[in-house]
């Protein structure tokens, strides 16, 4: 080890005075979740709205530093309010407006302190070039367009923006390893609400329309938004990797709610039917087993052949399941789909009567072939800056090409796509440990499951672009935070 670069372990370990605020945030969550299912189930659909905007706002804004450290837990639980906005209607977040405030606190107390330190990470530059060639590429097809065009590309614009708020807020606010065992363990226990919701809602209303599970990703109560899915999944893999690297980190109870939260959210993403999630997990989830916890692996076999046969008892999510290895394994299906066009196709109709002989979860996948056709072609057309985050739909006739790298590039051009690529090659390098370091069990697990979670993320974006997702968003960058807490807070030995 080099003597001269040691682990701050003192500042890293200092205890946190306060209340448990595990539980503190779990009740809070409980409670939103509890009401939140009463009222939707009696249809009081605007009651249960207030009580989650409500319960939002006072938790944001009321509860002291202490539990501030814990509130990403509710990521999963706030909900958009619908608001017109000219001839489009828009899901407000509570977190448009709330988290700016935090930071906008932040720098008030960091001006009143005359403190102009940030922890160096050497994320902060590419991502904040990024934006601005994002901003530049939508202007310029604000200009071409009309700027009432533009108005969902500005909104993903924000939530990037606000989501790299609470990476420094956090950067600030978290400074013991302690802090970091609380919020992660919070970030687990709060997802067994999500995942419960969603598997009672789930066989409640089981239908051939509904047969995947909802839950609260990523809206509930605005039915016109839309509930992706596949968000909820990529959130469940998240947590799932997250929960197995870390399994053996905890003792006592918090370990037996980890091992709860694995079982009922693995039961939770199948029921999504997001298959890209599915595979990542596994492939993340084999590969922590192998490196952090073997005993995971064996308690693995039995579950997954147990939800393997429930699932074949429910048709629609069996052949959403088994679709994909068609979707690989069939050149014919690649070839067919490769001459479609996909802005033509009625989807409607597709639903019932299939296309080219092909089921709906075959044609919904194999789509992705032409989407990836046409999104190279639209980027060769505007290979510098692009046409401007969430304008694919004008240029391309679909709203996003299924391949996040595509989008990027497609959204800002050659010139942001780098950027992106430079901002990725950073996340990469925070994601590494040093050797040379003096690091406890906690944090090698930590940073080994953080490593995974990058694998498992660049495994969905492959065939989606739901990272853009503002939960999603938030969630990454409350994780690179708290990697970036662990292994670069580190002091000089004199």
């Given at each position: 080890m080099n003597s001269e670069q040691v682990y701050d372990s003192g500042r890293m370990n200092d205890s946190i005075k306060n209340n448990n605020p595990s539980l503190v945030i779990i009740g809070i969550s409980l409670g939103i979740a509890s009401a939140a299912f009463l009222l939707s189930w009696y249809e009081h659909y605007l009651i249960a709205a207030v009580i989650l905007l409500g319960s939002c706002f006072l938790v944001y804004t009321m509860v002291t530093q202490k539990y501030l450290l814990s509130l990403c837990a509710l990521i999963p639980f706030s909900q958009p309010l619908p608001l017109a906005l000219g001839s489009k209607t828009i899901g407000f977040m509570p977190e448009y407006i709330l988290l700016p405030v935090v930071g906008l606190f932040l720098l008030m107390e960091k001006v009143r302190k005359k403190d102009t330190g940030f922890l160096r990470?050497?994320?902060?530059?590419?991502?904040?070039?990024?934006?601005?060639?994002?901003?530049?590429?939508?202007?310029?097809?604000?200009?071409?367009?009309?700027f009432a065009k533009i108005i969902p590309g500005v909104g993903t614009l924000y939530i990037l923006s606000i989501a790299l708020i609470v990476f420094i807020c956090l950067n600030e606010y978290v400074r013991s390893e302690n802090q970091v065992s609380d919020i992660t363990f919070v970030l687990l226990a709060s997802s067994i609400l999500v995942s419960l919701y969603g598997i009672?809602?789930?066989?409640?209303?089981?239908?051939?329309?509904?047969?995947?599970?909802?839950?609260?990703?990523v809206t509930l109560f605005w039915q016109e938004g839309g509930s992706n899915p596949n968000s909820l999944g990529t959130y469940l893999m998240i947590i799932i990797l997250l929960g197995i690297g870390m399994r053996k980190a905890y003792q006592g109870k918090r370990k037996s709610i980890i091992n709860i939260s694995l079982l009922i959210n693995f039961i939770a993403l199948v029921l999504t039917g997001s298959r890209s999630s599915l595979i990542a997990t596994l492939i993340g989830g084999f590969a922590l087993g192998v490196r952090r916890d073997k005993r995971i692996l064996l308690a693995a076999i039995p579950l997954i052949g147990g939800i393997t046969y429930v699932i074949s008892t429910i048709p629609r999510a069996w052949d959403?399941?088994?679709?994909?290895?068609?979707?690989?394994?069939?050149?014919?299906?690649?070839?067919?789909?490769?001459?479609?066009?996909?802005?033509?196709?009625?989807?409607?109709?597709?639903?019932?009567?299939?296309?080219?002989?092909?089921?709906?979860?075959?044609?919904?996948?194999?789509?992705?072939?032409?989407?990836?056709?046409?999104?190279?072609?639209?980027?060769?057309?505007?290979?510098?800056?692009?046409?401007?985050?969430?304008?694919?739909?004008?240029?391309?006739?679909?709203?996003?090409?299924?391949?996040?790298?595509?989008?990027?590039?497609?959204?800002?051009?050659?010139?942001?796509?780098?950027?992106?690529?430079?901002?990725?090659?950073?996340?990469?390098?925070?994601?590494?440990?040093?050797?040379?370091?003096?690091?406890?069990?906690?944090?090698?697990?930590?940073?080994?499951?953080?490593?995974?979670?990058?694998?498992?993320?660049?495994?969905?974006?492959?065939?989606?672009?739901?990272?853009?997702?503002?939960?999603?968003?938030?969630?990454?960058?409350?994780?690179?935070?708290?990697?970036?807490?662990?292994?670069?807070?580190?002091?000089?030995?004199?």
């Open positions: 990470t050497g994320l902060l530059v590419p991502y904040a070039l990024f934006l601005f060639v994002a901003a530049v590429s939508l202007a310029i097809t604000g200009s071409e367009m009309g009672i809602e789930y066989f409640i209303n089981l239908s051939v329309k509904h047969y995947r599970i909802r839950s609260f990703f959403r399941l088994t679709s994909v290895i068609s979707i690989i394994s069939d050149q014919k299906v690649i070839n067919f789909f490769l001459r479609i066009d996909p802005n033509k196709l009625d989807w409607d109709r597709i639903g019932y009567f299939g296309l080219g002989g092909y089921n709906i979860d075959i044609i919904a996948g194999a789509n992705r072939f032409a989407t990836w056709v046409t999104g190279i072609k639209v980027f060769g057309d505007y290979p510098v800056l692009g046409v401007g985050f969430q304008m694919s739909k004008d240029y391309a006739g679909f709203e996003t090409a299924e391949n996040l790298w595509l989008d990027i590039g497609i959204m800002t051009g050659a010139i942001g796509l780098s950027l992106f690529l430079w901002w990725t090659s950073r996340v990469v390098k925070i994601s590494r440990t040093n050797k040379e370091i003096q690091i406890s069990s906690f944090t090698n697990s930590f940073s080994e499951s953080y490593r995974i979670i990058l694998l498992g993320i660049f495994i969905t974006t492959l065939t989606g672009s739901v990272m853009l997702v503002l939960k999603l968003v938030i969630l990454f960058w409350l994780l690179t935070s708290l990697q970036c807490s662990l292994h670069l807070r580190r002091t000089v030995s004199r």
